[in-house]
């Protein structure tokens, strides 16, 4: 029989959490390590897993434990040397979005993990999704003819701390724009992969508390292609509960997709998704629940491919480097109130 992929879990807070239930629920899979530093997750971790071993330091981890892939679900600021310090050692690698919080040390891993040859994916798992996921096959079948524009809209309560506040420390955040609004950036860019690489793109964004003027809540992005095509990506963190809309007009018919629920993590979201495709409009059913809950399934499962046959993964550390790059690029247009070219921003 085929032995179960082993998976080190780096990091078990909010999000951590889910990774290692999706990841010990998989017949398929094996949680064998889990670190964290504080002593009261550690705790919780042995609880809930006794089988997989336990540690304090994410490099330890790395030199000491029998594992195939690391799932790397830290505050940003850390995923660089994390995954750095695994892909030396030839393990590939499951990274949380953002990447990084610098395009340098995107870059960095992106280099790193070809020069070790090992399997980098990341997780912008709003891809995996039946309802965002269903979009993009909507639009590879040629449904609504070429794809023009792309909104891509969320408002919802505002973030979660994280461990030690790090989520409203610029210095390990980044920024909030690398939080949630990535994964709209990335969805806009694939939606739109038919018209080539974007070419310009400017930001509007401000904060409505003067103690974190750059950590911004409300937010909207446009990014435009070479042939006319665009995308808007917008949020707002001054809201409630959590929202989300997705519109993209092609040049035959056009779709419309909302996703609803009190908490982003809820088990029962309301969500639909309509096709019009120039001539008659379609309630699409969708086939699995939507949410980042059951994406997160998908993409244990999608890693499990990785490893074992070498499966490309729907989210390269490529299109990382991207979805990094943009949000990037949106500050900069902020700070410097005028749009800004691609340029040679995302060479590599
Ligand atoms: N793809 C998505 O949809 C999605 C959703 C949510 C979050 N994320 C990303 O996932 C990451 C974690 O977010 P979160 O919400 O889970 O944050 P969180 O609740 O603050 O959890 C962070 C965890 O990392 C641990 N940690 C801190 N330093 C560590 C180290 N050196 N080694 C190992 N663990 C360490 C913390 O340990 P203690 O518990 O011991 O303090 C905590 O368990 C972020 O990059 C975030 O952007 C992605």
Same mark, same amino acid.
């Given at each position: 029989?085929?032995?179960?992929?082993?998976?080190?879990?780096?990091?078990?807070?909010?999000?951590?959490?889910?990774?290692?239930?999706?990841?010990?629920?998989?017949?398929?899979?094996?949680?064998?390590?889990?670190?964290?530093?504080?002593?009261?997750?550690?705790?919780?971790?042995?609880?809930?897993?006794?089988?997989?071993?336990?540690?304090?330091?994410?490099?330890?981890?790395?030199?000491?434990?029998?594992?195939?892939?690391?799932?790397?679900?830290?505050?940003?600021?850390?995923?660089?040397?994390?995954?750095?310090?695994?892909?030396?050692?030839?393990?590939?690698?499951?990274?949380?979005?953002?990447?990084?919080?610098?395009?340098?040390?995107?870059?960095?891993?992106?280099?790193?993990?070809?020069?070790?040859?090992?399997?980098?994916?990341?997780?912008?798992?709003?891809?995996?999704?039946?309802?965002?996921?269903?979009?993009?096959?909507?639009?590879?079948?040629?449904?609504?003819?070429?794809?023009?524009?792309?909104?891509?809209?969320?408002?919802?309560?505002?973030?979660?701390?994280?461990?030690?506040?790090?989520?409203?420390? @610029? %210095?390990?955040?980044?920024?909030?724009?690398? +939080? #949630?609004?990535?994964?709209?950036? /990335?969805?806009? *860019?694939?939606?739109?992969?038919?018209?080539?690489?974007?070419?310009?793109?400017?930001?509007?964004?401000?904060?409505?508390?003067?103690?974190?003027?750059?950590?911004?809540?409300?937010?909207?992005?446009?990014?435009?292609?070479?042939?006319?095509?665009?995308?808007?990506?917008?949020?707002?963190?001054?809201?409630?509960?959590?929202?989300?809309?997705?519109?993209?007009?092609?040049?035959?018919?056009?779709?419309?997709?909302?996703?609803?629920?009190?908490?982003?993590?809820?088990?029962?979201?309301?969500?639909?998704?309509?096709?019009?495709?120039?001539?008659?409009?379609?309630?699409?059913?969708?086939?699995? @629940? %939507?949410?980042?809950?059951?994406?997160?399934? +998908? #993409?244990?499962?999608?890693?499990? /491919?990785?490893? *074992?046959?070498?499966?490309?993964?729907?989210?390269?550390?490529?299109?990382?480097?991207?979805?990094?790059?943009?949000?990037?690029?949106?500050?900069?247009?902020?700070?410097?109130?005028?749009?800004?070219?691609?340029?040679?921003?995302?060479?590599?």
């Amino acid at each position: 029989m085929t032995q179960p992929v082993r998976f080190a879990l780096a990091g078990f807070g909010a999000w951590g959490k889910f990774h290692a239930q999706s990841i010990a629920e998989n017949p398929e899979a094996r949680l064998a390590a889990i670190s964290a530093p504080s002593e009261s997750s550690r705790e919780e971790a042995r609880r809930l897993y006794p089988d997989a071993l336990i540690f304090e330091d994410s490099l330890e981890m790395i030199a000491q434990a029998d594992f195939d892939i690391i799932d790397i679900v830290t505050p940003s600021h850390m995923h660089r040397v994390i995954a750095v310090a695994a892909m030396q050692k030839g393990k590939h690698v499951l990274l949380e979005k953002p990447m990084a919080i610098t395009l340098e040390d995107c870059k960095s891993i992106v280099a790193c993990a070809q020069q070790y040859g090992v399997h980098l994916a990341v997780g912008h798992e709003l891809r995996l999704s039946s309802q965002w996921g269903r979009i993009k096959d909507i639009i590879n079948a040629g449904t609504i003819g070429d794809p023009q524009y792309v909104l891509v809209e969320l408002s919802r309560k505002p973030y979660r701390q994280g461990a030690s506040g790090w989520r409203y420390d @610029q %210095s390990r955040v980044g920024s909030w724009v690398l +939080e #949630e609004p990535i994964h709209f950036f /990335d969805l806009a *860019r694939w939606y739109l992969e038919g018209s080539g690489d974007p070419v310009e793109l400017q930001a509007y964004a401000n904060s409505r508390d003067p103690e974190r003027p750059t950590l911004y809540d409300n937010f909207s992005a446009m990014f435009k292609y070479a042939n006319g095509s665009y995308a808007v990506v917008s949020q707002t963190l001054a809201a409630f509960e959590h929202h989300q809309t997705v519109k993209v007009s092609g040049t035959k018919g056009a779709l419309w997709a909302a996703w609803s629920g009190a908490l982003d993590r809820t088990l029962e979201p309301t969500a639909f998704l309509k096709v019009f495709d120039g001539e008659k409009l379609e309630d699409v059913t969708l086939t699995k @629940q %939507s949410g980042e809950v059951f994406e997160l399934r +998908e #993409e244990i499962a999608q890693c499990i /491919d990785m490893v *074992r046959f070498g499966k490309k993964p729907i989210a390269t550390g490529l299109d990382g480097l991207w979805s990094a790059g943009l949000c990037l690029l949106a500050e900069e247009s902020i700070r410097q109130s005028k749009p800004l070219p691609l340029g040679e921003l995302l060479q590599f």
